[in-house]
């Protein structure tokens, strides 16, 4: 589901209620490093728990003084994001 080399991480699949949990726990264990840049070309589906997983990823990279970037937000994500009024958050604008 997410692959990361040299801070780039790239997201693959659906991120949705029924994954949305075991991607936050696998990124626990591969986001490294003071900057993380998160690709996210290979998301397949999304719904309102992809964007509480951008948002829970900001806080954290926020909470250990990290920088995180989302890269290549598919447009029914970017629509999402819009919706909620949290585009600035994740640079979806």
Request: aromatic share 4%.
């Amino acid at each position: 589901m997410i692959s990361c080399e040299r801070g780039r991480c790239t997201v693959q699949g659906p991120l949705t209620m029924a994954n949305v949990t075991g991607v936050l726990e696998e990124s626990a264990r591969l986001f490294e490093g003071n900057e993380i840049l998160v690709d996210l070309q290979g998301v397949t589906e999304v719904d309102s728990a992809a964007v509480s997983l951008l948002l829970e990823w900001r806080r954290q990279a926020l909470a250990s003084k990290r920088r995180i970037e989302f890269v290549n937000l598919p447009s029914n994500l970017k629509s999402l994001a819009d919706l909620y009024g949290v585009s600035d958050l994740l640079g979806a604008s």
